[in-house]
């Protein structure tokens, strides 16, 4: 309130001295313009005077003085006229003047000696009067002079209106805006500020919900926008530090980003650390005008990049993003995330050309199938495999760029992409600790064989000190093919193969997603029931099932629609009730394979829909688009069951989402035997998903569980993914680096 009165008046204030300064210059400029008129004026009366006289001097004739004087006193409405000759001889036009001349004398006889006008105001009982003397030299010895007095009082009340007018007009429209800018910052300004300071409160005892409420004041957006993320900060921290006591006080094993920090730290003691990747954590696009950041949708990223927000270090990877270039410095490289800049992202640069062979060719239509047993056969193209060596090279001349100054760097390379990262970068940098984590599966060696250059991909992968796959059997293969393709010594008492002097460690490191002691113990409930969830796309259920997938033939997404239609057919209560909500991420899509896969999937749902649909409902709603993590979390927290149903996978951490986002340990889990989660995740209902009806038996079995069973197994599995979350998984895999 004191800042609105002060605001108030010196608003007022302010106006005024403007007001006064504009008055003054104006009645300044007005005065002199009626002096100047007045001047005029009786320039005019003396010039008709004068006329008079020597019209009358030239004719000889009487004049009668005062009826000249009174005629054009009448006239020009003058207070009177004096004809002055001498001091003895003043004719004066009227005896209202008389009194006057004690005022005029001096100035008549300055303005006869100095043969020039005088113009003058004085006052006489309470008159303003301007006197006008003007010589009158007729070339005789007697000098005459002509004085005119006017009253000028209407001079003084025309200035004194301006300075009214102008101080009034001042005084109103202070006033008014001086109380409308009080009432709009008031408004704008002190009403969201109070906001920010109850949010800042809300901050300050935890209360994030309330800081996150819609914001309404766009030109404080900004500070919103970064209070908000303070406040993120200042609780992720309180959080983190009341779970390390928590851990430390119940003797838990349990991993943080905390943790992870200080172990790596350990660990490192101030190397380098640098994961490698196709998939760049962060990509630019190009938004209408403005340049939008986001997050692709990535297994990889999402387990991987917590540990770079937990540890710092140097991420290089692809840039695909259309705008990638327009944000980068001279070295490629830009701070992430963007609202929080924890490490440093390197983006190289691969032509068009490039990632058609490298990528799309034998990344993905030999590697790819080759390690998915999904019955779709790989593709070996010799001009394939030249590009994936060229950008193999491209890579790691960027590394070793990056590491030229750096003694024994970590460098984490990721996937299939980079099989012979290892072995080039280990050429030129022995010292260097190099793992590879390979996110797919490893087949068996026949088929593995199929490759025409697995010697080169075996080696290439060897030059890793360690190298990581999601299970103990893929680490088998992976060792018989070693076994039965090279020259070497694998030793499987240590699970480990030795060429020449070097000696590559091969571990199982099951991958999982970031899920601290907060999230478990977070159990609210999810705020949208399912038929505000649906209502968007126009139907109505009473449950949901969910799936959530690459569109790619290995996820089983076709397998699945035949399940739920069997189930349909079994189970016909279920019809109008139940929906499945398959969310379909468009996936390689310039690959034959993949475009066919969509069509079909879309086909397939019709042909379902089309089915069994009623007015308002049908069986499957298929948002086949890429969604945000934001986008999918409240799915996944209404659902009653997720199927996951790859026919080959790694690990799928899509299954660990699900279990993760259940804060209310309710819900079933329907997972394929063919993935990596499957051996961890013992409270899921485990299906094979080429049996078609052992998995429309199991939608049901999972429906119709009691929720005291439902609860048991999420729990449990929750409690798995908490002991092994990506932050143990990060800091075993560089514990193992270390001694490798």
């Not at 008055?23 to 004026?41: C, H, I, P």
């Not at 006033?175 to 109850?198: D, E, G, H, Q």
């Amino acid at each position: 309130m004191k800042v609105s009165y002060t605001l108030f008046f010196s608003i007022i204030l302010a106006m005024g001295i403007v007001a006064a300064g504009f008055t003054f210059f104006q009645a300044s400029n007005e005065r002199t313009r009626l002096d100047k008129e007045m001047m005029a004026r009786s320039s005019r009366v003396s010039d008709e005077f004068i006329k008079t006289l020597t019209r009358y001097e030239d004719k000889n004739d009487t004049l009668d003085l005062d009826s000249v004087a009174h005629f054009l006193s009448k006239k020009y409405r003058l207070l009177g006229i004096a004809l002055y000759v001498d001091v003895d001889s003043v004719a004066f036009s009227s005896l209202s003047v008389k009194g006057l001349l004690k005022y005029t004398e001096e100035d008549i006889l300055s303005s006869v000696t100095s043969d020039s006008v005088i113009g003058r105001f004085f006052r006489d009982q309470g008159l303003y009067i301007f006197q006008y003397i003007r010589p009158v030299n007729d070339g005789k010895i007697i000098s005459k002079a002509i004085v005119v007095y006017t009253e000028a009082g209407f001079v003084n009340q025309e200035i004194m209106s301006i300075w009214f007018r102008n101080l009034f007009r001042w005084f109103i429209q202070a006033v008014l805006v001086a109380f409308i800018t009080v009432l709009i910052l008031r408004w704008s300004i002190f009403t969201p500020l109070n906001k920010m300071v109850n949010w800042m409160k809300s901050a300050r005892v935890g209360n994030i919900e309330q800081l996150k409420q819609t914001f309404s004041f766009r030109f404080l957006a900004p500070l919103h926008t970064e209070a908000t993320r303070l406040a993120e900060a200042m609780t992720e921290a309180r959080a983190a530090a009341e779970e390390e006591v928590k851990l430390r006080t119940h003797g838990e094993a349990i991993w943080t980003p905390v943790r992870l920090n200080a172990e790596a730290k350990l660990i490192l003691k101030n190397r380098m650390l640098i994961v490698v990747s196709n998939r760049e954590p962060y990509m630019h696009i190009h938004d209408g005008r403005e340049i939008k950041c986001i997050m692709p949708a990535s297994g990889m990223v999402t387990a991987m990049e917590p540990i770079l927000k937990a540890c710092g270090g140097l991420w290089i990877a692809s840039g695909t993003g259309d705008a990638d270039k327009k944000v980068v410095d001279n070295h490629s490289k830009i701070k992430v995330p963007p609202e929080e800049p924890k490490y440093t992202l390197r983006r190289v640069w691969i032509s068009k050309e490039e990632e058609e062979y490298f990528y799309y060719g034998f990344s993905n239509e030999g590697l790819w199938p080759l390690c998915h047993v999904a019955h779709t056969r790989p593709v070996f193209r010799t001009e394939d495999w030249q590009f994936y060596q060229k950008v193999n090279r491209k890579f790691a001349d960027t590394i070793l760029e990056e590491i030229k100054t750096e003694e024994k760097p970590f460098i984490l390379v990721q996937d299939y992409h980079f099989a012979l990262l290892p072995a080039m970068i280990k050429e030129s940098r022995p010292d260097a600790r190099i793992s590879i984590f390979w996110h797919i599966p490893w087949p068996n060696p026949e088929s593995f064989g199929i490759c025409p250059w697995q010697k080169n991909i075996l080696m290439g992968m060897l030059g890793a000190d360690l190298i990581g796959l999601h299970t103990q059997y893929h680490c088998n293969n992976f060792l018989s093919t070693v076994n039965q393709s090279l020259e070497s010594r694998v030793a499987w008492e240590t699970f480990s193969v030795t060429i020449g002097d070097h000696t590559t460690r091969v571990s199982p490191f099951p991958i999982s997603i970031a899920f601290t002691l907060k999230d478990y113990n977070n159990g609210k409930e999810s705020g949208l029931p399912v038929s505000a969830l649906l209502k968007n796309y126009g139907i109505q259920a009473q449950v949901i099932g969910v799936g959530v997938d690459r569109i790619d033939y290995t996820k089983g997404i076709l397998e699945r629609f035949h399940a739920i239609e069997r189930f349909l057919e079994k189970y016909s209560s279920y019809r109008g009730k139940f929906t499945f909500v398959q969310i379909g991420a468009p996936s390689r899509t310039f690959i034959k394979n993949y475009s066919d896969l969509v069509e079909n999937v879309e086909k397939e749902a019709d042909r379902v829909n089309k089915k069994f649909q009623a007015r308002d409902w049908k069986p499957i709603l298929l948002l086949n688009r890429h969604h945000s993590h934001q986008e999918i979390t409240p799915f996944y927290q209404v659902a009653s069951l997720c199927m996951v149903t790859s026919l080959h996978d790694g690990m799928n951490l899509v299954a660990k989402e699900f279990v993760a986002s259940r804060n209310n340990n309710s819900g079933v889990l329907i997972l394929s035997r063919f993935t990596g989660a499957a051996q961890e995740l013992g409270g899921a209902l485990i299906v094979n998903p080429y049996d078609i009806e052992e998995m429309a038996d199991t939608i049901k079995i999972a429906l119709e569980m009691p929720e005291d069973e439902q609860r048991l197994l999420m729990n449990q599995m929750r409690q798995t993914i908490l002991r092994h979350n990506i932050y143990s998984w990060a800091a075993s895999l560089l514990k193992s680096m270390d001694s490798a």
